[in-house]
């Protein structure tokens, strides 16, 4: 097990250099000259000359490239140019909420799928059943920003149950931060909630019919009891290979949220990093959510091999 | 100790089991033979109460007196640890491939019987060692598909004796097997079945083997019971026209085949068997039979001496001088 | 479950559900029997992407009010007043008519999106199945990779150096679409590939581009037909947030997200601006999903069997 964590640790580590070049990449090669970009088009000659000397963008691509992936790893990220604000620094400061949303809406949707979706699976002939995929579809299709925006207009201003925006860090007030955690973590938990409940709806469906499940009743168990036992584990595989493909929307669900409720995260300052064309902001940023995609991308791979015995055979004789 | 009467099982609108009387008494062997969708399994999964949820079971089967339809799952689910051991076709799907042997063979063990998990997990070496397994102690640390087909099945057949069932259900337990390790789990079966009194239902498409393992053999076609009987009875002298295609389409099998296919090919039996629900009225062998009469078209009676009884317009004839057509 | 078992299964199946009964269990059997009614769902949905396209048609020569008709006197009315169906925004537009033309640029971006990506993923997909190993696993890795990377955040990187825009966000789509493409076509063209009408056809001589066009795109069709259906939500719904988030279309165009954004600031004054322009994109992508899905489900008699089976 020990070496396949390290295969796999090994692809991590791979899949991040190839993610920092094409991100590096792929702002230099669109627009040659990053610096009219971050100082706009009609800004004054000089003070572009002045914007390259200071970001060293005169210098050779590679030699950028690594004193970018240094910075990456020293925690040293530069300044931004529009506010002046210390690029690690923020990141540092504003990565815990944007984590917490993206655990806890993944936990929120996660228990829920594994109810909802089982459930589902036992009632797929009749019209529970139906009814629960199709309440599963449309709430795939609500955008989470609309979803975000109908509970701002209705919990918060109708209402005035929960605060329709902004945070304060749980060392200040917990209840506080929980409070402004609730209608964020129930918006993003919606698509998710509702991704994963196919999901797991699937899986079980297959496992309902297994073999094993009716060689585990054989030899005492009720039929719940059986699926409890010996499904659960079995269905969390597929579930995962697919589930990590929701991982990505979920992040940029993330990100879309914190603009909708003005929380102070990493989604918030890419968004405002875009729109003021912050080149350097935005490769940082980007990285670090690919990045994060990556480590959740491992660690769920780490989770099949916990998970089926065959894969990590499979795996240490390849 | 077996004793199923007016046996019902639907799926739907259809009936796929429709049995008056099978009964097995304490310690027998028999098979339960016939084609795919003649409703052997149905029958085998009805007693343990492992039918498909779409079917719906009706009627009486009794397990020592002990009336099983009608029991609630949880009392049905006691049943199956405790008074009745399955063993399954494919012995890979029935093992769950993310669990430890040991501690599939020891939940059989735990769920039943009050002991620590030390305690389960000798009970599990054991009971391995039992099966004719060696070096069971390594075993039960592996996982089912670090196992050989023929592990595999002695692991489920050692869960399903775990504790000490009266009746063992055998559900084609050497289809998925190679040639090579099926007699080895045959005579496991016959063993475990003599030494410990335990009665066995084996089902499966083949004569040759139900003969070597049990001791009477039910002919099922279309969800009835076309024939049953002693073993060497019933394949030496079939009287159904059923049973005796069914004979004379079994390969040889050196010395265990029958004397009616000495001297000649084997054949195949005209046809296939219908989809369900559109088995014929009357004698559902009606229409691939070759020796139909008028009667066929109704319900044949049950007929024949003694324990073995058939149910046939137009029987073989008997063997002997004796020509019986008694109706019951 | 043995062979007796699951064909005495699937027969009383089929028989518990007249309409859809499939009398016998050998010899090949259509999917759908004759009299077979289409789904609910498969109609709802298809039903929806046809009104939305209608919507989208006429909105190009015919909408209730000017789309740049300012009218700061008329702003903010509620619905069913002075003409205006859905009531007016921010500006005074009128809510029907910026929603109708909405319709346009939803599609536009959904359906070039899709196009492209299912155009170029299917032609990777194609070539990484007819590959040798080593190749096939590099490219599946970097697949791998690139499925796992959200439009959106290919979008944004795009619009800090593009700039906003359609193309911008079309671009974006289509390059995180093109992997999920690719591999939900390596699979089964490689088992196509692997058939042995194939291997004859290879052994006959013909090219592997006749029998790519021949043989495997007709086969994997199908299965690539549901895909782009569940892209196409998926596209409109990335189109959405990203104009929500300033990085669409810019004005004078029309879109859902941008009103959407737009009518954050009155949420509390005028409450419907927040309602019908989200239902209109939920419509349309529960439309594509819909779709997607109940032609899967059509296409996939296995697993309407083991609903089917799992059912009590």
Excluded at chain 1, 38 to 67: M, N, S, T
Excluded at chain 3, 17 to 43: D, W, Y
Excluded at chain 3, 184 to 196: D, M
């Amino acid at each position: 097990m020990g070496r396949i964590a390290l295969r796999s640790f090994a692809v991590l580590l791979g899949s991040a250099l190839v993610g920092s070049l094409l991100v590096f990449g792929l702002l230099r090669l669109l627009r040659g000259d990053i610096a009219w970009v971050i100082a706009g088009q009609d800004a004054p000659v000089e003070a572009v000359q002045e914007l390259r000397d200071e970001l060293g963008l005169d210098r050779p691509w590679f030699v950028q490239y690594v004193d970018w992936l240094g910075g990456l790893v020293r925690g040293d990220l530069g300044q931004s140019y529009a506010s002046g604000y210390d690029i690690a620094e923020q990141i540092r400061i504003r990565m815990g909420l944007t984590l917490s949303l993206a655990v806890l809406s993944l936990l929120l949707s996660l228990a829920f799928a594994i109810a909802v979706g089982t459930y589902a699976a036992l009632h797929s002939g009749d019209g529970r059943g139906r009814a629960l995929d199709l309440t599963a579809q449309l709430g795939i299709s609500i955008p989470t920003f609309w979803i975000g925006m109908l509970l701002i207009s209705f919990i918060s201003i109708r209402m005035g149950w929960l605060p329709a925006g902004g945070y304060v860090s749980w060392r200040e007030d917990p209840v506080g931060a929980i409070r402004s955690l609730i209608l964020p973590v129930l918006t993003l938990s919606v698509h998710l909630g509702a991704v994963l409940t196919r999901y797991v709806r699937s899986a079980m469906l297959d496992i309902l019919n297994e073999d094993y499940i009716r060689s585990a009743m054989a030899k005492g168990r009720t039929f719940g009891s059986a699926v409890a036992t010996h499904g659960i584990r079995n269905g969390a595989v597929p579930v995962l290979t697919v589930g990590v493909l929701a991982l990505g929307s979920l992040l940029t669900g993330v990100a879309v949220v914190e603009v909708v409720f003005s929380l102070p995260g990493l989604g918030r300052m890419l968004l405002d990093a875009v729109l003021s064309r912050e080149v350097i902001v935005v490769q940082s940023l980007v990285f670090i959510f690919i990045l994060m995609i990556l480590v959740l991308n491992f660690l769920m791979d780490l989770a099949y091999g916990l998970l089926d015995p065959r894969i990590r055979d499979k795996r240490s004789v390849a | 100790m077996l004793e199923i009467r007016d046996l019902s099982v639907r799926i739907g609108r259809h009936q796929v089991v429709a049995i008056d009387e099978l009964t097995l008494a304490s310690g027998d062997r028999m098979g339960l033979v016939g084609e795919s969708g003649s409703g052997k399994t149905m029958t085998a999964m009805s007693i343990a109460g492992l039918q498909p949820r779409t079917a719906t079971v009706s009627g009486s089967i009794r397990l020592n007196g002990r009336e099983l339809l009608g029991l609630d799952p949880a009392a049905m689910a006691e049943v199956r640890g405790t008074d009745l051991g399955v063993i399954f076709q494919d012995p890979l799907r029935a093992l769950n491939p993310t669990m430890r042997v040991g501690k599939q063979v020891g939940e059989a063990i735990r769920l039943h019987q009050r002991v620590s998990r030390r305690t389960a997990r000798e009970q599990t070496v054991e009971l391995l060692t039992r099966v004719g397994l060696d070096d069971a102690g390594r075993l039960v640390g592996r996982y089912p598909h670090q196992l050989s087909g023929g592990q595999r099945q002695r692991v489920l057949i050692a869960t399903a004796i775990a504790c000490e069932p009266i009746l063992l259900i055998a559900d084609e337990p050497t289809t998925a097997l190679d040639v090579t390790v099926q007699q080895g789990i045959l005579d496991l079966l016959v063993e475990l079945s003599t030494e410990q009194g335990m009665g066995l239902l084996f089902v499966s498409h083949d004569l040759g083997v139900v003969r070597t393992v049990t001791s009477s053999i039910s002919v099922m076609y279309g969800g009835h019971i076309a024939e049953t009987g002693p073993v060497e009875s019933v394949i030496q002298q079939p009287r159904h026209r059923y049973t005796e295609a069914l004979i004379a389409a079994s390969p040889g099998r050196g010395e265990r085949a029958g004397p009616a296919q000495h001297g000649r090919r084997f054949r195949v039996i005209e046809g296939t068997v219908p989809p369900l629900g559109s088995f014929p009225s009357g004698c559902p062998f009606r229409g691939r039979c070759g020796h139909e009469v008028p009667d066929c078209a109704m319900a044949p009676p049950k007929t024949g001496p003694g324990p073995h009884v058939f149910r046939c317009w137009n029987p073989t004839a008997p063997a002997g001088d004796e020509v019986d057509a008694r109706t019951h | 479950m043995n062979r007796q078992g699951s064909s005495v299964q699937a027969s009383g199946i089929h028989a518990d559900a007249p309409k859809t009964a499939i009398e016998g269990t050998t010899g090949p059997q259509p999917h759908r029997s004759r009299g077979r009614r289409f789904p609910a769902p498969l109609v709802t949905g298809t039903a929806l992407i046809a009104s939305a396209c209608l919507v989208a048609l006429i909105s190009l020569w015919w909408t209730p009010f000017d789309l740049t008709g300012v009218d700061t006197a008329g702003s903010l009315l509620p619905p069913l007043s002075d003409g205006h169906l859905l009531g007016t925004d921010r500006l005074g537009r009128d809510v029907t008519s910026q929603i109708m033309a909405g319709a346009r640029n939803s599609l536009i971006v959904g359906g070039a999106a899709t196009g492209i990506a299912i155009v170029v993923g299917v032609v990777v997909g194609l070539i990484t199945a007819a590959s040798g190993r080593v190749a096939r696993e590099v490219i599946t890795r970097v697949i791998d990779i690139g499925v796992a990377i959200p439009a959106l955040l290919v979008a944004l990187v795009l619009a800090t150096v593009l700039g906003p825009g359609r193309a911008t966000v079309i671009a974006a789509i289509v390059i995180s679409f093109v992997p999920w493409a690719a591999r939900v076509s390596v699979g089964p063209a490689r088992q196509i590939l692997a058939r042995e009408y194939v291997e004859a056809a290879f052994a006959y001589g013909r090219s592997r581009w006749y029998v790519m066009m021949r043989h495997v795109l007709p086969n994997i069709g199908s299965l690539i037909a549901v895909q782009a259906a569940i892209m196409f939500a998926t596209a409109v719904l990335a189109e959405a947030a990203l104009s929500f988030l300033g990085v669409g279309e810019p004005p004078p165009a029309q879109s859902w997200g941008r009103l959407l954004s737009e009518s954050q600031s009155v949420a509390h004054q005028a409450p419907t601006l927040v309602i019908f322009p989200g239902l209109a994109i939920t419509a349309v992508v529960l439309g594509f999903m819909l779709l997607g899905n109940g032609v899967h489900a059509l296409l996939d008699p296995h697993q309407r069997r083991r609903e089917m089976e799992a059912r009590e």
